[in-house]
């Protein structure tokens, strides 16, 4: 299984970014995914994350991006998107997406319930 970040950058603050994460491997179509960061000398913070469960979909975002960044995916080309808009310098990271093994099971904002992270993709957000 692998997953493929991409679409980080440099952004002037107030500018808007998409991160695409395709996996391969398998399919995550019933399983949550969901995006990650990290800065140098932090730990790593939830993002926001996309899960399914027996009750429907659900999104889940960290307060400190809510109204501004918006998780959706495309089931059919296994991919998740996070969309990145009104981009502060404090949204400077390197992001990570990463996907749970387990089926059904909703959105997580622990790390350590997720199986499967990308590699990274760098943003930095001036000022």
């Known amino acids: 299984v692998q997953l493929q970040a991409s679409g980080g950058g440099l952004v002037q603050a107030g500018g808007s970014l998409r991160l695409s994460c395709a996996a391969s491997g398998r399919t995550f179509s019933r399983s949550a995914m969901g995006w990650f960061r990290q800065t140098p000398g932090k730990e790593r913070e939830f993002v926001a994350a996309?899960?399914?469960?027996?009750?429907?979909?659900?999104?889940d975002y960290a307060d400190s991006v809510k109204g501004r960044f918006t998780i959706s995916r495309d089931n059919g080309k296994n991919t998740v998107y996070l969309q990145m808009n009104s981009l502060k310098p404090e949204d400077t990271a390197v992001y990570y997406c990463?996907?749970?093994?387990?089926?059904?099971?909703?959105?997580?904002?622990?790390?350590?319930?997720?199986?499967?992270w990308g590699q990274g993709t760098l943003v930095t957000v001036s000022s």
């Open positions: 996309s899960g399914i469960s027996w009750s429907g979909e659900s999104t």
């Open positions: 990463a996907a749970k093994a387990q089926l059904y099971s909703g959105t997580s904002q622990g790390g350590n319930e997720y199986d499967y």
